[in-house]
């Protein structure tokens, strides 16, 4: 697996999803055995994304002067740590620290996984193409023999060392295979969480703490594994390459990381694509930190608080299972969707009522949890936003993605992330507040709505768009 930069890609979706799975035993154990009041779990959430706001921008310029590869390998050593450590102690100011600790790690991956895929995808296509133009062909070996020799990609494997995902990257449109790439990655990381999700239910029957520690540390043994086996043949740090200049002539890591960003602000601020997904992802994200935090709370209300721990483990464990299962499907439907289409404006059209059409089911989900009084309505609102508001972000990445140029993609996708920490923290909080103040259902309901109005951004971009003529 070591020169397969789409199955490594693939696997740190995996493992995000393991990341995201540790939620499982860590919101039961807040919400059931600690008993936070929504405020409080308002609180973690917003130091949560509160620190991917000041670190996600500073991580994806790091990743860019430096290496993308350390940086996924160092994010996974930082969540490990903070998932492990989260239960060794009850005190809520405690807490906080971990989840600060938890949401820098995920700054250092968020854009930086992507963005090295991107480029050993490149790389690998480009010196296929090199290979073929020079290789003599001996005439009794055919054209199959030669590409198998060439790259072992003329078997059709959907995962060619080339970096395929289809076929021969040679003969493969790398941007298709790269948006491919980007949704699989999404299905992966549902498996990841369904994994998790077994695993965090199994152990959650014995200790729920117990099963936090040891997803931790699983998280951490997985950045050993990318340690030894990611290569970085297609990224060459620019602090490197100033290398040989004279040492007065070499500019500083920071006038550097000032540089890149405002390239990456620069580009986002005059795509009107960039700016749609930026403005649709703060809002949504804000939607979606309230009923990340209360939805748990609010189904707990609704039929749930006679469980204990080890019992609410086993139900939302299932739960989240089925769920991850459903996005499965959805995830395969669009990664299809995006390798047929073309790079072009009838595309970004495309594309861009898609992200609205689900943004709009993702706001009808949430607000069948929010109002309904009936626990199984509530159930199915809740499943339809998991799998919508999934699709969602991964269309979201691969529109950011397709958009970036490659000195500023890691920069570019990370300004995506650091839009959604923006609303999380500037709407998840007084959505928090707006729960413990007057009730968790009218808090869910004015995260329905603003789903809704995520979707207008998309919508304007379409419409646009079509106005504008392909």
Do not use: C
């Amino acid at each position: 697996m070591r020169h397969r930069p789409d199955r490594l890609f693939l696997l740190t979706g995996g493992v995000q999803g393991l990341a995201f799975s540790w939620g499982l035993p860590a919101m039961v154990w807040w919400v059931v055995d600690l008993r936070l009041s929504p405020f409080r779990l308002a609180v973690l959430g917003t130091a949560l994304v509160l620190s991917i706001l000041v670190t996600e921008t500073p991580t994806g310029v790091v990743a860019d002067l430096y290496s993308r590869k350390y940086s996924v390998v160092a994010a996974y050593v930082v969540m490990g740590t903070a998932m492990a450590l989260t239960p060794v102690t009850e005190l809520f100011g405690v807490l906080v620290i971990w989840q600060v600790l938890w949401g820098v790690g995920w700054t250092l991956q968020s854009g930086a996984a992507t963005a090295w895929m991107t480029d050993e995808i490149a790389y690998h296509a480009s010196h296929s193409h090199r290979s073929a133009a020079v290789m003599p062909v001996e005439p009794s070996t055919s054209v199959a023999d030669s590409r198998a020799d060439d790259g072992g990609a003329a078997d059709g494997d959907a995962g060619a060392d080339d970096g395929g995902a289809g076929g021969d990257a040679a003969g493969s449109d790398p941007s298709r295979q790269v948006d491919g790439l980007i949704v699989r990655h999404a299905v992966f990381r549902s498996v990841g969480v369904m994994v998790g999700l077994v695993a965090a239910t199994a152990m959650g029957a014995w200790s729920v703490r117990g099963s936090m520690a040891v997803m931790g540390l699983l998280a951490i043994a997985a950045a050993g594994y990318l340690a030894v086996t990611m290569p970085e043949a297609g990224f060459e740090s620019p602090r490197r390459r100033a290398g040989g200049a004279p040492r007065q002539a070499r500019t500083s890591a920071w006038k550097d990381a000032i540089t890149l960003w405002k390239r990456g602000a620069r580009l986002v601020r005059r795509n009107p694509s960039l700016l749609a997904v930026t403005l649709s992802a703060a809002v949504a994200a804000g939607a979606w930190e309230a009923n990340d935090r209360l939805s748990v709370l609010r189904l707990f209300e609704l039929g749930l608080t006679e469980l204990d721990g080890r019992e609410a483990v086993l139900f939302f464990g299932a739960t989240w299972f089925v769920m991850s299962a459903l996005a499965i499907p959805m995830m395969t439907w669009l990664r299809r969707h995006l390798e047929r289409s073309q790079i072009d404006q009838r595309s970004t059209r495309r594309d861009a009522f898609l992200l609205a059409r689900f943004l709009t089911i993702a706001a009808a989900g949430a607000l069948a949890l929010a109002l309904s009084p009936w626990f199984t309505i509530a159930l199915i609102g809740w499943a339809i936003l998991d799998v919508a508001g999934e699709t969602a972000y991964s269309l979201t990445e691969a529109m950011a993605n397709r958009h970036a140029d490659s000195s500023v993609r890691a920069t570019v996708v990370s300004f995506v992330g650091q839009s959604q920490a923006v609303g999380e923290v500037s709407i998840g909080l007084g959505l928090g507040t707006v729960a413990q103040i007057v009730s968790v259902p009218f808090a869910l309901a004015i995260a329905a709505a603003l789903f809704a109005v995520s979707a207008a951004p998309a919508a304007v971009v379409g419409w646009r768009t079509a106005t504008s003529g392909d």
